[in-house]
C-alpha cells in the first residue's frame, strides 16, 4: 500500500453522529414519512443526492434551493461546534506522515463543509488531494466511485496500490468499485451498516499505526 484514502463523516470526524441527532428537527418538518430508524439508508449520501432520495423515497415537496440551505445553515452547528475528531485519527495521520505516505479525502460532503472541518482541526496540512461533492456531477457521489477515481488521479497512484478507510456500506460499495482495498471502521454509530463488503474492519482507530494498518491492507 502507497496510499490511504479517508472518508470524513463518520471516519475523520464523527459527524455522522451529530447529523443523526441534528437532522431530527429538520426531517420532522420536511419529511413527515421519515422515520429515526430509516437513518442508516442515507449514511455516505451526498446531500443533492440526499434532496433526490427524500423526494423519491418519502415524497419530501420542499424546493431544492431550500432543503439545501437548510442542510447547509444544520451542516455549520454540526461541524463548527459538535463534531469532535474521532480517537485515534490525528495521531494516525501523524504516524503516515512521518512515515511519507501520501494522504487523500474522499468524501461526498461540500468543500464548504470540508473546510469547516480541516480549519477547526488544523487537519488540510495532513492531505495533498481533496476530493468532494462538488468535484462530481449530481448523482456522482457515493456509491458511485467518482471520488476515489479523482483522488487516485490526484495521488497519480492505481487502485491497487491505494487503503480507502470508510464506515458507511455506500462508501465500501465506491471505493471497491474503483478498485481499492477497503478497510470498514466501526465507530460506534454505525452498527446498522452493513460492511461486509469491505477487505477487513477496524474497531476504532485508538492505537493503530501506520504500520499496523498498511499491514492488515496488505494480506
Not at 413527515?32 to 449514511?43: F, G, N, S, T, Y
Amino acid at each position: 500500500m502507497k496510499a490511504v484514502i479517508f472518508d470524513m463523516d463518520g471516519v475523520i470526524v464523527d459527524s455522522e453522529l451529530q447529523w443523526q441527532l441534528a437532522e431530527v428537527e429538520l426531517f420532522r418538518r420536511l419529511v413527515p414519512l421519515w422515520r429515526a430508524e430509516d437513518h442508516h439508508k442515507i449514511v455516505g449520501l451526498g446531500v443533492e443526492d440526499l434532496y433526490h432520495f427524500l423526494a423519491r423515497e418519502y415524497s419530501m415537496t420542499a424546493a431544492k434551493e431550500h432543503f439545501l440551505r437548510e442542510c447547509h445553515d444544520l451542516a455549520e452547528v454540526v461541524y463548527d461546534q459538535r463534531a469532535a475528531l474521532t480517537p485515534g485519527v490525528k495521531e494516525l495521520l501523524d504516524d503516515l506522515r512521518r512515515r511519507r505516505v501520501p494522504i487523500a479525502l474522499a468524501s461526498s460532503s461540500p468543500r464548504a463543509w470540508i473546510s469547516m472541518v480541516l480549519s477547526r482541526f488544523a487537519l488540510a496540512d495532513f492531505f495533498s488531494v481533496v476530493a468532494c461533492a462538488d468535484d462530481v456531477p449530481a448523482g456522482r457521489t457515493k456509491p458511485e466511485p467518482d471520488l476515489y477515481l479523482l483522488a487516485l488521479r490526484g495521488l497519480g497512484l492505481k487502485a491497487e496500490s491505494c487503503l480507502a478507510i470508510e464506515d458507511s456500506a455506500l462508501g465500501v460499495r465506491a471505493a471497491k468499485r474503483a478498485g481499492l482495498t477497503c478497510a470498514a471502521l466501526r465507530n460506534g454509530a454505525n452498527d446498522a451498516q452493513d460492511l461486509s463488503a469491505a477487505d477487513f474492519e477496524l474497531r476504532g482507530l485508538s492505537g493503530l499505526t501506520a504500520v499496523d494498518l498498511l499491514a492488515r491492507a496488505a494480506r
